[in-house]
């Protein structure tokens, strides 16, 4: 549900978001995506939520996890971090601990063949309390090209590159080209 408003007719946002975020991935070399279809706008950190994603990381056996901080409500003081965001966060970290790597957890996963598995590490994006930094100038614009292929999300693409380039912290020389960086929580279990 969250489209542009020059993108009048939402009957098939599903399909125009999905062909969207497979563009972006080829983009950035990404092989598989699974759709877990939960309605956009109201995803609830429920025990079927919860399930799935422990599902899905049985089956593909990550050594690392990425998600949202469910904590962040505020990114900065324009903007409110959109729920489904926070509730995925939520539902990925109460998957990967406890239940991912426990057959004590949803029995009926072991059934269909999912075994547990515990991910290495988490990587929490979006967090106020970041406890890992990097440098990702050299990957800088093959993020921007992929996040430009979510057209039904972006009404003023040029607005958003300035904005998003903005970002950059430049050198004590102001002829140095900026630099980009982004900010994690890492959480690493020990083995």
Not at 25 to 35: D, F, N, S
Not at 113 to 142: R, Y
Not at 151 to 158: A, F, R, V, Y
Request: hydrophobic fraction near 35%; aromatic fraction near 8%.
């Amino acid at each position: 549900k969250g489209i542009n408003d020059l993108f009048n007719d939402s009957k098939n946002i599903i399909s125009i978001r999905e062909k969207e975020q497979l563009a972006a991935g080829g983009i950035l070399g990404v092989k598989h995506i699974q759709y877990l279809d939960y309605e956009d706008g109201y995803l609830a950190p429920s025990m079927e939520a919860r399930r799935d994603v422990v599902r899905a990381i049985r089956e593909a056996k990550p050594n690392i996890v990425v998600c949202c901080d469910p904590t962040n409500y505020y990114l900065n003081d324009r903007y409110i971090n959109h729920p489904d965001h926070r509730a995925a966060g939520q539902v990925v970290l109460d998957a990967v601990f406890p239940a991912a790597g426990s057959h004590l957890f949803f029995p009926e996963l072991l059934k269909e063949g999912f075994e547990p598995h515990m991910p290495q590490e988490v990587w929490v994006s979006l967090t106020t309390e970041p406890n890992t930094t990097l440098d990702i100038t050299d990957t800088w614009e093959i993020k921007l090209e992929a996040i430009l292929k979510h057209k039904s999300q972006i009404k003023d693409p040029e607005s958003l590159l300035k904005r998003w380039r903005a970002h950059g912290k430049r050198k004590d020389s102001s002829t140095e080209s900026p630099r980009y960086e982004e900010h994690f929580r890492v959480l690493r279990w020990r083995r």
